[in-house]
């Protein structure tokens, strides 16, 4: 039955009138706005941005038309610098002392729903169509059930109630805004955010079992590797022992042998003319440490007859096996060497370096395409999820957001903005509007004249300041 109710509206909505939402703005005429509120908000320290805010705002309002006309927004200088000293004052406070910052932020937590309130009742009401205003009618007790009972209950679910929660929030922000004293209207569609979520968490589990089992591959060849490279130093540390040689009995009877040897071979007497000492007259320091060494160390004949008497009694096989574990070792020294030099020549040739760095940005590029990927895809489904669950009245809404597009748009945005040193914001932001504006449209017959408003008080803008400077969300879709 559902899928038969979605079928009448879908063919009910393109009988109907479709009323694009076209954004003007120019990169131009923005740029020169943005680059006067960048100077005169460091000029001022920052006192000029609550102007600098109000400026940015009226321009993406005024070029936002929906049939040739655009929307405004009324909001005073004055009442947002007051609530972005507020909202400062507490980032001072929280960075002063780690014990400070603790309880500005667990105060934050609590005051969280209070904030969104008073933010969307500000945003709201500074905004308008054809001189008649928005509202927010919400209230803190349903602000405290989504912005802290579902953080809570995704907590406690390990993250399976994630989609719920975010349904709840899209619902709780678009359901309690009106346009004059119409109120739009969301469908529940908890199942449908739960298909999006659930395309988020299986690529990654994907992706992760892959990486595992890469992972593991690879680990098990340097396992292999490293077990072939300890067999290999044990064979040579054996036969290097060998060679000293290890075994106790050999290295005694090479060594009686060379000194039976020796004692045959008549040298020529060498006179020596002895020095009697007493205990009165000890031998100096140094001529005692030459007599140790004297009678310490080998001579040259008698290391060369050891090694000739060595290397007969080693088998020929254990000579062979010496010298490939030699050969191995400089072959590797030799590896490190190349290493070592295709380095410098890495650094010294300009084009080789060039070609490491491009190999490094395409890396990144690819990383930065994967991140955006994910959050184009959350964006335009839930976004597309939202609008095209909404009605005001009789109108309804349709977008046609695409995950493809917004990946596009990050990438692009963010790398002009770092080539260009930050130049670029403008043109990005822009960009983005522009997009955005151009994949919704308004269904049914647009008459205005059918919505009627009424004088609402105006609101300080303290708790939009302090959500917006610790980065609480209030957008919707």
Do not use: C
Not at 265 to 292: F, G, M
């Amino acid at each position: 039955m559902a899928d038969v109710a979605n079928y009448q509206d879908s063919n009910q909505n393109l009988n109907q009138k479709h009323t694009p939402v076209i954004f003007e703005g120019k990169t131009s005429e923005y740029f020169g706005i943005w680059i006067v509120n960048l100077l005169l908000s460091i000029v001022t320290l920052g006192i000029y941005s609550a102007w600098a805010k109000v400026r940015r705002k009226k321009y993406f309002y005024n070029n936002t038309l929906i049939e040739n006309v655009g929307f405004d927004y009324h909001a005073k200088p004055i009442s947002i610098l007051k609530g972005r000293l507020i909202a400062v004052v507490l980032l001072v406070v929280a960075a002063i002392n780690p014990i400070l910052q603790s309880l500005v932020f667990l105060l934050i937590f609590i005051a969280l729903p209070w904030l969104v309130v008073r933010g969307s009742i500000f945003n709201s009401r500074n905004s308008s169509h054809r001189g008649l205003r928005f509202d927010f009618i919400g209230t803190v007790g349903q602000a405290v059930r989504v912005f802290i009972g579902m953080p809570l209950l995704t907590m406690i679910t390990l993250g399976l109630a994630a989609p719920y929660a975010a349904h709840e929030k899209n619902q709780f922000l678009m359901n309690n805004h009106r346009f004059g004293l119409s109120q739009f209207d969301m469908k529940r569609v908890v199942k449908q955010f739960y298909k999006v979520y659930f395309f988020l968490l299986i690529v990654p589990l994907v992706l992760i079992i892959v990486g595992v089992i890469v992972g593991g591959v690879m680990k098990g060849q340097e396992l292999i590797k490293a077990k072939a490279a300890n067999q290999s130093q044990s064979m040579l540390s054996a036969n290097i022992a060998a060679f000293a040689p290890i075994n106790s009995q050999k290295m005694m009877l090479a060594a009686n042998e060379i000194e039976v040897e020796a004692e045959e071979i008549q040298a020529p007497e060498i006179k020596t003319v002895e020095r009697v000492y007493s205990d009165n007259n000890p031998p100096p320091a140094s001529e005692q440490a030459a007599e140790q060494a004297t009678t310490a160390a080998p001579t040259e004949e008698q290391v060369e007859q050891f090694e000739g008497e060595m290397q007969e009694k080693l088998s020929e096989q254990d000579l062979q096996k010496i010298q490939e574990q030699l050969a191995q070792m400089e072959a590797q020294e030799n590896a490190d060497a190349n290493t070592k030099d295709k380095l410098r020549d890495l650094l010294k040739n300009p084009k080789a370096l060039l070609a490491g760095v491009m190999v490094g940005l395409v890396i990144l590029a690819i990383y930065l395409l994967f991140i955006f990927g994910f959050l184009g895809y959350l964006q335009a489904r839930i976004g597309n999820l939202v609008w095209n669950n909404t009605t005001l009245d009789k109108l309804s809404f349709k977008s046609n957001l695409r995950a493809r597009d917004f990946a596009w748009l990050y990438f692009s945005n963010i790398v002009a903005i770092m080539l260009t040193f930050g130049l670029a914001t403008p043109w990005a932001q822009i960009r983005m509007a522009r997009y955005r504006a151009s994949k919704l449209q308004i269904v049914g017959d647009v008459d205005f004249d059918q919505f009627v408003g009424d004088k609402k008080a105006e609101v300080k803008a303290t708790g939009e300041e302090i959500a917006e400077m610790f980065d609480v969300d209030l957008s919707f879709g």
